[in-house]
């Protein structure tokens, strides 16, 4: 029988959308709510510490935050031809990360899905992930739409 995990993470990034034509094209920040939902069978290994379990809560946790929210924890993402790019650079020397897209909170999503799909466990697949930019606005992503 498949049953689904959800574990919920929290973290603090600035941004700012180069070109937005409202006050997002400024630098500012969000805490993030990351929460990530697993869908796999239960472990039927009695005698083993992982019996019962699709993955133990702890494992997601320590997988998770090392590879997405360690990243972004405290970081200013921008675009990587972002008219801050060399201001921003002269006054911090850390946590700015430039990317490739624009970074909605859609498109940091797809990048965080990307991140967390690449080295999980064969008997555990990536169900669903929820990013929530504020307390009413989110973006989410179901595995079932994108196949």
Known sequence: MKIRLTKEFDFEMAHALDGHDGKCHNIHGHTYELSVTFLGEPINDPGTPKDGMVIDFADIKTYVKKRVVDVYDHALVLRKDSRFKGVIDQKMNQRVMYKDYQPTCENLLIEMINIIKS?????????????????????????????
């Open 119 to 147: 080295g999980m466990p064969e008997h555990i697949y990536l169900h669903s992930a929820r990013l929530r930019e504020t307390n009413t606005s989110y973006a989410e992503w179901f595995a079932s739409d994108n196949e």
